[in-house]
Structures are given as C-alpha cells and as structure tokens.
C-alpha cells in the first residue's frame, strides 16, 4: 500500500504540471461541459512581456548537457542554474552564462543517492549561522540544497558547498513535495496524508512548514481530508493545493480550483495575511487535444511506474484551473500564473496585494506546453514531455534593472 500511496503523490505532482498547459481565452457557460475547440496561438496581452535570453540543452554530444527527464529547475545561492533530472536521478548546476560545473546525486538509495525525486529540490536563501538545533550534524553545516525523493520516501540535504548533508527519514506515507527551501533551513512543502479506520480509506494534503531534520510539521497551513478511490485517482485533484514561499517563510496558497481565483498569504507562522479574489474570473475549457494529453501522460506515467492498468484511469477536469502556481521575486512581487491562457501568462502583485501589472512568455507556440518559475531575478521555463529534446530556457524579470539602478542611486 505504501508504494502505491508513494506512486500516486509522484502522479499528482505529474497532473499539476500537466496543468500548465492550459487553453485560449474562450468563455464557457457554467454548464458547458464540452472541450472547446483548438485555436490557432495567439499571445496574450499583457503589461509586460518575459522574453527568452539563453537556454541550456542539447540532442546529441556533451553529456553534461545532454538531459533524460527535467523534473525541476531553481537558481542556487551563487545565481547558479540547477537542474534536477529524473531519468538521470541527479542534479547538474550551470553557471550564469550556461557552462557545466558539477553534478550532484545519482540514482541509489544510499546516501545522497535518489530513486524517485519527483517531490522536486530548493536551494536554500544564504543565512549566517544556521542553527541546527537538536538534530546530530555539525553546527557548521548549513544546508544548500534539499531534494525530496518521493520513492525513497526521504529528504536529502547538501550543505552550501553541495556535499551530501544528512537524509531525513520518517515520513509517512511520503515525504512533503513541491518543496521550497526557506529561513533557517526549513522547508515548506505539500505533504500526503492516508488515513483508514472503519469508515474506510481517506487521502489527503497537508500544505505546512518542516524544520530541518524534523518529520513532524512546525507550522500547518492548510490540510484535507477526503473518501479515497483507488480506482479513481482524478477525485483527489479537489485537494491540491498550489503554493509557493519568500525566503522569509511568508506562504502563499491558491486551490486548484476552476471556478475560483483566490489566493492567500499567510505568515511564517500560519496567520492569515490577507487573500485576493478576481470577481471578474471567467471559467476556461480545455480543448480536447489538452484532454487527451493530460490523459495520456499521466495514465502512461502511471503504468510506467509500476501501477496496474486497470487502475491508470486519470480523466482531467474539463476546465483550466483559475490559478496554476505562485512565486515571489526578488522585489517581493507576487506572481501568479495564470490557467486560463495558452501561453504561460501572470498577474503580479506586490506584498499587500495590490495588481502592479500583467505579464506573458513572448515564446510562440512552442511554450504553450511549457511550465514557468520565477525566482530571484530571472524566470526558467522547461516542457516536462518535450517533442524533441530537453532544454531550460532563461531570462530576466522586468522591473529588476530599473529597481538595481535606483537602489545604486540613494
């Protein structure tokens, strides 16, 4: 049972990047439930435009750049590129300007070694003086990178020099996913939760923060509790949650949620801040071809990991999720990507929630089946099931230079 509970995490963090692959702007009567029909790509409007710089990837020669599966990218400490690969359990680091500088990890399940890192890595904000607190490391280490290796069912810390730390077992029946790494070595992270008693079986996510080397949640910001099906896991999408974090540990969640724009954000330690509502939302369908897709990916991955066919029976919600991630630059803009575009397309906020403007990928096409994340000062963007061949694509935030040229003015 655990194994299955481990590989259905592993599924729904497939769908939710699956969900990144939303359709045109085309209203839909609240009880229309037929897929709308395909466009040709039109790009979004939008205040500002995130334009390409740099990619990193290639089909054939140095193997350093040669990637299986990209299962996540993030910008370390030193404003690295670092990108994890899945078919290839490790993660390979980049420097500003594309060239290869190591590689970290490989597949096992020993010490710093992954089996199924599909719960994703962050690399940690640079604090002085970590405080390690009672778990038995040295004082000296702090930690540079964490992975969460969702078949291992551990956590796996590198400390800033990217030599192997420690792992941190105990996580029942997975350990938490999407995790981003936060002030004084913590994480926050969206965790499955499996309850049976005579009632029958319950699943569930619990959105929280982690110390380091803790398995027991500090601060709990949202959690769910639902009847599961085995035979039908679509039912769980109700319960996931998008999240995303500052360095700071201030938490922003939005549900997965069709007929909802909201999001909140909370404090380090769990008050609610405030929360956003766009009354003016509009319900989106996806095309058939976007049904079909998700269908077919997330069944297939199903089936590849080890589940029965009769059980890979993932059938898509018809409609695009109102939001589909959260982030926070290095200004303390929100940005919030939007479901209801074609191309990856973002309302951004600053910390009190106000719009400050609207932006769009100018990518063409190609980047409609393209997952985004904005950190630091850049934004990377990859396809988790590329036509061709696996690339991360790069490039710099608007507002960034203009805020620097000021700050180098007072």
Do not use: H
């Not at 399940?109 to 607190?133: A, D, Q, T």
């Not at 008050?271 to 069944?299: C, G, H, M, P, S």
Request: hydrophobic share 40%.
């Amino acid at each position: 049972m655990k194994k299955l509970l481990v590989l259905m995490f592993s599924v729904l963090i497939l769908a939710l990047a699956c969900g990144e692959q939303p359709a045109e702007d085309i209203s839909a009567d609240g009880d229309n439930v037929e897929a709308a029909a395909a466009e040709e790509y039109v790009l979004p409007e939008a205040d500002e435009y995130l334009i390409l710089s740099d990619s990193i990837g290639i089909e054939i020669g140095d193997s350093n750049y040669v990637f299986g599966q990209i299962a996540g990218v993030d910008i370390t400490s030193k404003g690295e590129i670092a990108i994890l690969d899945l078919q290839r359990c490790c993660i390979s680091i980049f420097s500003t300007s594309g060239e290869f500088v190591q590689r970290i990890g490989r597949q096992g399940s020993g010490p710093g070694e992954f089996l199924l890192p599909r719960g994703g890595m962050s690399f940690f904000p640079v604090e002085e003086g970590i405080v390690v607190s009672e778990f038995a490391v040295p004082d000296s280490l702090e930690p540079g990178v964490v992975v969460s290796d969702a078949m291992g069912g551990k956590l796996i810390y590198f400390n800033s020099e990217m030599e192997y730390m420690m792992d941190v077992q105990g996580f029942l029946p997975a350990p938490p996913g999407g995790i981003v790494g936060v002030d004084n070595g913590a994480i926050v992270g969206m965790k499955p939760d499996f309850l049976q008693n005579e009632e029958g079986m319950f699943m569930g996510f619990t959105i929280a923060r982690w110390e380091i080397g803790e398995t027991e949640p500090s601060v709990v910001y949202f959690e769910s509790m639902s009847p599961f099906d085995p035979a039908d896991l679509s039912t769980m999408q109700d319960d996931i949650l998008y999240f995303g974090a500052t360095p700071e540990g201030i938490v922003l969640t939005a549900s997965m949620s069709t007929e909802v724009y909201e999001f909140t954000v909370w404090s380090p330690e769990g008050e609610e801040l405030f929360a956003i509502t766009d009354e003016n939302f509009v319900r989106v369908l996806k095309t058939q071809e976007e049904i079909d897709l998700e269908t077919e990916l997330v069944n297939n991955m199903m089936i590849q990991q080890g589940m029965p066919e009769s059980m890979a029976n993932w059938e898509p919600d018809p409609y695009n999720s109102a939001i589909e991630g959260l982030w926070v630059d290095e200004l303390d803009r929100i940005w919030v990507t939007k479901g209801t575009t074609r191309t990856p397309s973002f309302n951004v906020y600053d910390m009190e929630g106000n719009l400050l403007f609207t932006a769009a990928l100018d990518a063409g096409s190609r980047a409609s089946t393209w997952g985004v994340i904005i950190k630091e000062n850049q934004f990377l963007a990859f396809d988790a099931d590329p036509e061709y061949y696996p690339q991360v694509f790069i490039g710099d935030l608007p507002g960034i230079e203009e805020a620097d040229t000021e700050e180098e003015g007072l």
